[in-house]
């Protein structure tokens, strides 16, 4: 069994995507996210630079790329999600990119949580007027 849960998405250039991730510990144990630090990284290469991703955010510094849930406000266990914002894939080129979401749990090391890889698809309409 895998420690980190496969993460292979399918976006079309140009458009947004929300994927949720319930919070679960290694073991399928629901936990706490709360002091969790969440990355998403998207690269051509995985040997590429964090610098040369085309992707990186953090639940800190980007709370709208990455947000967390409470269980308390849904009835769930936490989550989060990972958001693909129309800007984000607009001008990345139709091919398979590799990815992942790492977290931090509180002051601990960094943990590959979701590994895989991001699809972009081209699109057939690309006009957004009607003039």
Do not use: C
């Amino acid at each position: 069994m895998a420690d980190f849960i496969p993460f292979n998405v399918s976006v079309f250039r140009g458009d947004g995507r929300a994927i949720q991730f319930r919070g679960w510990n290694v073991g399928g144990v629901p936990t706490d996210i709360t002091s969790w630090t969440i990355f998403h990284t998207a690269k051509k290469r995985i040997e590429d630079s964090d610098n040369d991703a085309l992707i990186m955010r953090d639940s800190v510094n980007d709370p709208t790329a990455i947000v967390k849930y409470d269980s308390d406000a849904h009835g769930f266990p936490d989550s989060f999600t990972v958001n693909y914002l129309p800007a984000d894939t607009t001008d990345m080129n139709p091919r398979d990119y590799e990815q992942d979401v790492q977290i931090i749990q509180g002051s601990g090391a960094p943990r590959t949580y979701a590994f895989g890889t991001l699809n972009i698809k081209g699109d057939v309409t690309r006009r957004i007027t009607t003039a």
